[in-house]
């Protein structure tokens, strides 16, 4: 879907570009068979792009299943 600027694992972090906006998606462990995943989509510093990071959130759980 886009271009990943930066990836930090300890910290559940990855930051990308896509479709012209910054994308911040975090991993968290809650549990042994729960995780949440938070995507977060900006255009500039501050528009948010919730149909960017819908597509984003549906292509990773895609993914998963």
């Known amino acids: ?3 990943v600027r930066e990836t930090e694992e300890r910290r559940g972090l990855i930051q990308a570009d ?3 906006a910054h994308v911040t998606i975090r991993v968290k462990p809650m549990s042994e068979t729960v ?3 938070n995507v ?3 255009k500039g510093f501050l528009m948010p ?3 960017v990071a819908e597509r984003v959130y549906n292509a990773i759980i895609a993914r998963l299943l």
Do not use: S
Request: proline share 0%; aromatic share 0%.
């Open 18 to 20: 896509v479709e012209g």
């Open 49 to 51: 792009k919730l149909d």
């Open 1 to 3: 879907l886009g271009i």
């Open 35 to 37: 995780t949440e995943l």
């Open 40 to 42: 977060k989509a900006r």
